[in-house]
Structures are given as structure tokens and as C-alpha cells.
């Protein structure tokens, strides 16, 4: 049995898949997005939600490009989503602030930020006294740095996706759960249908969204590909409401507050294939990290703990565009940890 065709097939219901379908749809397209699991339940459903500010016009290099042009975009999609579906994303700029313990890190995180103001975006370094101000439950004695980002962002991503998914069946566009995909047959040099457990599906075109799983579809076809799944771990508190109002960033970890009192803390990068499991080590190092970081946070309960395989490539850009071995075959993965912050601008480019 074959489905009728659609304009664009898209395998995998992250949220580069689901912003690509809605941005298809809003174009008048017609969209047919199948995924292993449901909808944005894997790497997008994971991640922290965290949207560093970016400047389109000061930007130098494609993956700059991409994130300044997601930032002017973020906003605009949170209303309109929140308009056309009623679910409130909690898109808000937030600020940042990001702290260095140890020397090496502080002369790291100088340099980092000292590029900023270069590239349009913010920058503020604090004094004990005003990181006090910022945020009072921080110990401004243990950093040896510490820089305010006033225009960092923030959103939830589980509702973020919710509103997707919504938005998307407004328009037409057909979503299949639990549609594995695990060969995209090419006859010469064009894909006419592509085998899943609900029939053929066809469509004029098709895009891998994947994530880390586009290695796969990639490998079959015979295609080296640098994307790879990294593991990120995260823990989830209740606290007490105000205990932090902003990102609180050192190296790759963060600590993120929830307009509930929920707080979040990741995150970490391990290369361990597939495995999706959570680790007692891991979970315990996130909370040691939250704790001394936040002493409020010291005893307090993990209400909640979770992982995610994030799709890093090699040279840590995204896979965007054509994929040559078919005429009609496309790519939008290997977004690694700036998946969400990269979608909406993704889902332009592409479409």
C-alpha cells in the first residue's frame, strides 16, 4: 500500500523537522512528517532551552549567520505559535551570567567574550557587588569572573514543541508517530517513494531532520558523514521561586530557571553511541556542580533526571542542503547543542 504523494516528505520530528514542516505549510506546501518516535521526543525535548544571544549583522560566517538570523526569528515565531495555537512557548530574554572558578577558566572565558562587542552582542563584566545585585544566592567570593549577557534567551522547549505539532496539524500537515524509515531507495538519481511500516510514502521531496539518527539514513545510502550522537544528562529541582532569574553559565554547564521555581541543571558530552540511560556519576557531579554553584540548591531533592543524544558533526556545522546522490533528497542535521536555537532560521534557509 502507498500513501498519496505529498510535496515534501520529512523523516524526523525534532524540532528542525517540525519548524521546517510549519515553515513548508505557511508556504503553502504540502508536508508529510513521519518519525521512530513521537514528535519531539528526543534531543529538542532535552535540552535546557537556553538561546544565547547572536547579531545577524555583524555576522562573518554561515553558522553566525544562522544563529543571528534564529535570534530576530525566536520572538516573532513565540508570537505568532502563541496566536495560531494558544501554547505560550515562555520565550523570554532573560540575560545570562557566566562565571569562571578557576584561572584557566576566568583567561578562557575572557577571551570568549572579549570578541563579543566586535559581533553586536552585549557584554558586561560584573563586580562582587553587582553580581550580588544580579543574582543574591551566588557567593561572588568563589568566582574569579564573572560577565553578564543581558540579551541571552530562554524558552521551553517541551512547549515549544507542543506548539509546533499544533501549529503544523492547523495547516494540513500530516505527522506520523512510530514511522521508522530505515532505507531511502535511489533510481537513478531520484528517490519515487520511500519504504516505511505505513506503505510507501511519496513525495516531489524529501528531507532527513534526523538528528543523530540522519547517520544512519547517511551510511545507508553510502555517504560518509561526521554526525555522531553525544550524550547530554540533566536534573530537574523544585526550588524556591527567585532562587535564580537567570542562566547562570560556567564552561559548558548551566544552571536554568523556571518561571515555576523549577530549576534545571546540565549538561555534560559523552560519546557512548545509542545508550539514552542517565548515570548515578553524572547526576552526581550536576548536582555537586548546581550546588556549588547555588548553595540554595545544596540537599535539595532531584525531583527529575534525563539524557538526550545531541547530532555533533565533525567540524561542528550542520549538514544544510542537498544531498547529491538524488535530485530530490535534502539534509538538515548536525545541529549539535544549538538545535533549537538554530531552528527557526534552519527551517528558512531550507525551505
Not at 529541582?237 to 527567585?242: D, K, P, S, V
Request: charged share 15%.
Amino acid at each position: 500500500m502507498s500513501q498519496g504523494q505529498h510535496d515534501v516528505l520529512i523523516i524526523g520530528a525534532g524540532v528542525i523537522g517540525l519548524s521546517l514542516a510549519w515553515e513548508l505549510s505557511n508556504r503553502g506546501k504540502t508536508v508529510h512528517v513521519i518519525d521512530a518516535n513521537l514528535p519531539g521526543r528526543e534531543a529538542s525535548w532535552a535540552g535546557g532551552g537556553i538561546l544565547p544571544d547572536a547579531n545577524l549583522q555583524h555576522a562573518l560566517d554561515p553558522l553566525d549567520k544562522l544563529r543571528g538570523l534564529s535570534q530576530q526569528l525566536h520572538p516573532i515565531w513565540a508570537d505568532r505559535l502563541k496566536i495560531e495555537t494558544g501554547i505560550d512557548n515562555h520565550f523570554e530574554i532573560c540575560g545570562g551570567v557566566h562565571v569562571a572558578r578557576r584561572r584557566g577558566e576566568a583567561a578562557a572565558l575572557a577571551g570568549l567574550l572579549a570578541t563579543l562587542p566586535a559581533e553586536g552582542i552585549a557584554v558586561e563584566k560584573l563586580n562582587s557587588q553587582q553580581l550580588r545585585e544580579l543574582e543574591p544566592t551566588l557567593d561572588p567570593d568563589q568566582f574569579l569572573a564573572a560577565y553578564y549577557l543581558p540579551n541571552e534567551a530562554l524558552l521551553r522547549n517541551p512547549r515549544h514543541l507542543q506548539a509546533l505539532v499544533a501549529a503544523c496539524e492547523k495547516n494540513g500537515v500530516l505527522i506520523t508517530p512510530h514511522c521508522a524509515v530505515t532505507d531511502i531507495p535511489i533510481d537513478l538519481g531520484h528517490v519515487h517513494s520511500v519504504p516505511s511500516p505505513q506503505g510507501l510514502l511519496r513525495a516531489k521531496q524529501i528531507c532527513i531532520t534526523a538528528g543523530a539518527w540522519s547517520a544512519m539514513l547517511l551510511q545507508q545510502l553510502d555517504i560518509e558523514n561526521g554526525i555522531v550522537p553525544i550524550r547530554g544528562q540533566m536534573l530537574l529541582y523544585q526550588a524556591a521561586m527567585g532562587t535564580i532569574n537567570r542562566v547562570i553559565n560556567e564552561g559548558s554547564r548551566y544552571v536554568i530557571p523556571r518561571r515555576d521555581g523549577h530549576i534545571l541543571v546540565g549538561s555534560c558530552e559523552e560519546e557512548v553511541g545509542f545508550d539514552k540511560g542517565t548515570t548515578q556519576q553524572m547526576l552526581d557531579q550536576l548536582a555537586d556542580f548546581a550546588g556549588q554553584l547555588i548553595p540554595p540548591l545544596n540537599g535539595l531533592k532531584i525531583k527529575q533526571s534525563w539524557s538526550g543524544l545531541r547530532p555533533a558533526s565533525f567540524d561542528g556545522m550542520p549538514y544544510l542542503g542537498p544531498v547529491t546522490v538524488a535530485d530530490n533528497l535534502f539534509i538538515a542535521a548536525g545541529h549539535f547543542r544549538g538545535g533549537l536555537h538554530m531552528s527557526t532560521a534552519t527551517a528558512v534557509v531550507m525551505a
